[in-house]
């Protein structure tokens, strides 16, 4: 099972995007908010407060 790129989620077999760049690095999301996030916005997963990585990076976050 694959993980998200952006929000660290497991992605269910059958659902989900990859994405290929340009320097062959390979990207997976599991839903388009994540897609849009990362790559048409350019934002980081440390910025957005619903990712998992935030919650697990941050840990006065969980606090709040």
Known sequence: MAKCTF???SIERGTGKIYVQ???KVLY???SKCEKNHIKLGR???ETRWSKKF???KPEAQQE
């Open 7 to 9: 929000c660290g989620n």
């Open 22 to 24: 340009k320097d062959a």
């Open 29 to 31: 999301f599991c839903s």
């Open 44 to 46: 980081k997963f440390l």
């Open 55 to 57: 919650k697990r990076e």
